[in-house]
């Protein structure tokens, strides 16, 4: 088994703070989570995680005019410029501080200098310090011709800075407001200056002179002025976040009430007034056309994209809104369920990353979740007391189990067919059966002395094994005669067991670290690792503290995942017993447990710096205010009041193997095996030109005919940079131009890059043109060698696919009305000399006799008044 997985995507989070951001053609939306960045295309409804990340959580990211270069920014002030593109970071900067706001200005100018004609990068330079503010700056506007800067603070003024020293500027404060400045804005001529402030206020600034009323002269010189004074009155509600349109005069509005107001300036028309989230909106941005509008909330982690012409939502995501219990890969591969304290099911599509359905029906947190074997219903287990099964193809709650008694769930088994399902409970040391065709409980397995904390069917779904914090695991024959079962001892209370897929080894995973395969392996070392802030011991002799919560086995049974209450997922091979890799959660500070050594800088008289509640300190009298329950950490009064610590609730594999996913403090993390970067290995910077297609493309063919092999000129790179120029004439030349024999070779090697836009091209090719065999070569040799890739990626390649079998039934039908046609032709033909035997009519004997009189006449040279036409 191939064990070399690494990171792919981040489902689960969508928003956790900081500022959102459109990329400059307004297809895709980049939003921080956490320490990393995920992109959503909006267009292509797909989402993925860019590969770098952060030592601490984002506060500010920003891209380039151009949209390649993207600036993240930590709260540690630490930065990493990236190759948007790419996805490849370029260099590492730190601000020695925290940055509050950050802005790209035009042109983008890449930090290098030139030498020998080649521009080598260099790290950022200081261009100048503004410094005349006395609070944060909440936000950094630039003019359109990037000579000016416009700053709001939350000392109550704008500020407007120039560039580089101009002569005759000088830096201009705008005062007047009576709270923090949360937006300052040019309008499209610069003519004018609109700012926002906390209290909901909007003032329109124009470097105007002030006139004498009764005479209309100036009495002052030209300044900077308010012109023009609106207010939002949204009662108590503060504006937290504001963005500004200038092409289209529209400016956007957050307030701490959840709801968003979209007004048309200078004549402040209100155009909407919606609420869009149950708490605060903590971040607005609008797109390059102005058409969508994107709202991030922090509280409840929410992303939205809004489309204010046709008011409808282009994009509403939420992740939980507590920790992940369990999750789970659907049969098929293509869907993974997640179940968390706040009572939620959730559905992520694998491919597009996006949730495309929840379940609220449960009551309490829900703590496991399995598929049945066919993937099309869905077992949950919740504190709530109910089993509830949920049908995926009609997303509805259709059987709900409940116990005799009152109980909480916490363990749950389906077997193979989908008859049976079992729960275990922390109140109750028995195990549950139900048929889930009648609903009724069938049997209560009694024989442990403990809670049942894990459960699992064997492949052949006769045999349950359990495991309790009585330190056994028992394997239960369920339809057997005799339900009684021999316990195998342990030393520490169980925490999970799995069967392996062919049913012939019991894995446990114990409470002192341990897993026992009935032939151990002590990973107690393995997964310790990260100290807690308020630890007094080092993480390496923490070992004790640390045991896997969730363990499963691979598709081909050959190695077990394990994660738990700490930073790292083993994986191990259950033959040997040995450790092969350990996978980060996260490195991330923010959250508890990620840091090996702990900095003593941190450690205070008063105890860990963490640890210690400085909102006394904050300036803002909401801030300062603390509503929340001392040490409560989940729940809508407790609102979080400690940091929150790294663990890994659930692991599982996908039927595959090739990637499996975890549901963490950071999120569901995907790791796998395909998570190379899409490379274009003809995308470099080179003069693609008809010309130099066609010579490629002669080349390839004089290499053909000579029979040696050309690296430099071959079919395939005249294919590809003719996909590059996308010259429709020119793509058919070169297509049609490639020899039969060789394409399955070109097939094989195109870039994937390249596959959608190639099936695209053949699917048009087999319906406008006549090479019918041809085409249908290409189209035979795409499924043959691309065939797993297409049906993984079945929802990227739809409108590709949908073409391709619209082509092929067109073909058909063709090829159905010919043969129809040819075989009514060779039926006539076959029957004509049959007709040739029977007696003749009379009408075809006087057309004969007429013909040998004509014959005759034309024999004697009479050719009559007129010319004599012969037909045939």
Known sequence: MKTDFKFSNLLGTVYRKGNLLFTPDGTCLLSPVGNRVSVFDLVQNTSYTLPFSHRTNIDRLDLSPKGNLLLTVDE????????????????????????????????????????????????????????AHFDTIQNVEWSSDSRFLLTAAKDLTARVWSMDPEEGFEPTTLAGHRQGVVGAYFNAAQEAIYTVSQDGALFRWEYVTKKDEETMEDISDARWRIVKKDFF??????????????PSNLLVVGFSNGLFGLYDLPEFNMIHLLSVSQSNIDVVTINKSGEWLAFGSSKHGQLLVWEWQSESYILKQQGHLDSMNALAYSPDGTKIIT??????????????????????????????????KKGSVLFTASLDGSIRAWDLIRYRNFRTFTAPSRLSFGSLA???????????????????????????????????????????FAADGNHLVSGSWDHTVRIWSIFGRSQTSEPLQLMSDILSVAFRPDGQQVAASTLDGQLSFWGGV?????????????????????????????????????????????????????????LIKKFTVSVNTSIDGTQEILNSRDLTEAGPRALIDETGEAS???????????????????????????RVTSVDFAPTGRSFCAASTEGLLIYSLDTDFVFDPYDLDITITPSSIIATLDAAKDAAASGTVDEENTFLKALIMAFRLNEQKLLRVVYEAIPPSDIPHVVRSVPSVYLPRLLRFVAHAAEETPHLEFNLMWIESLFSSHGRYFKEN????????????????????????????????????????????????????????????????MADGDEGDGDWVGLE
């Not at 009155?233 to 200038?246: E, G, I, R, S, Y």
């Not at 923490?542 to 598709?555: D, E, L, Q």
């Open 233 to 246: 009155m949204q009662n108590d509600a503060k504006v937290n976040c504001a963005a500004f349109h200038a």
């Open 76 to 131: 540690n002030g630490r930065a990493i410029l990236t190759n948007f593109h790419r996805r490849i970071a370029i260099h590492h900067f730190s601000f020695k501080g925290r940055a509050d706001a950050c802005k790209s200005g035009k042109p983008p100018s890449t930090p290098g200098t030139e030498t020998n004609g080649e521009i080598e990068f260099a790290p950022f330079v200081l261009h100048r310090d503004l410094a």
């Open 620 to 646: 803002d009298h909401e801030e300062r205010v603390d509503r929340t329950l001392p040490g409560a950490k989940r729940g809508d009064a407790g609102a979080r009041t400690t940091r929150p610590e790294v």
């Open 339 to 372: 179940a968390a304290d706040d009572g939620k099911i959730k559905v992520w599509d694998v491919k597009s990353g996006f949730c495309i359905v929840t379940f609220t029906e449960h009551t309490s947190g829900v703590t496991a979740c399995q598929f049945a």
């Open 794 to 857: 079945t929802g990227q390649f739809a409108p590709e696919l949908r073409a391709v079998q619209r082509a092929v039934d067109d073909i058909r039908e063709n090829l159905k009305r010919l043969t129809e046609k040819n075989l009514y032709n060779l039926n006539y033909l076959l029957s004509k000399p049959v007709l040739a035997n029977k007696k003749q009519s009379s009408a075809l004997l006087a057309m004969e006799t007429e013909d040998a009189e004509v014959d005759e006449e």
């Open 414 to 456: 389906v077997d193979p067919s989908g008859e049976v399902v079992c729960a275990g409970s922390p109140d109750s040391f028995d195990i549950h059966v139900w048929s889930v065709q009648t609903g009724q409980l069938l049997d209560q397995l009694s024989g442990h002395e403990g809670p049942v904390s894990s459960l699992g």
């Open 522 to 578: 002590d990973g107690r070392r393995d997964v310790s690792g990260g100290r807690r802030v308020a630890d007094r011991r080092t993480a390496a002799n923490a070992a004790g503290t640390k045991s896997f919560n969730r363990i499963t086995y691979s598709a081909d049974g050959s190695c077990i995942l394990a994660g738990g209450n700490s930073k790292y997922i083993c994986l191990y091979d259950v033959t040997t017993g040995s």
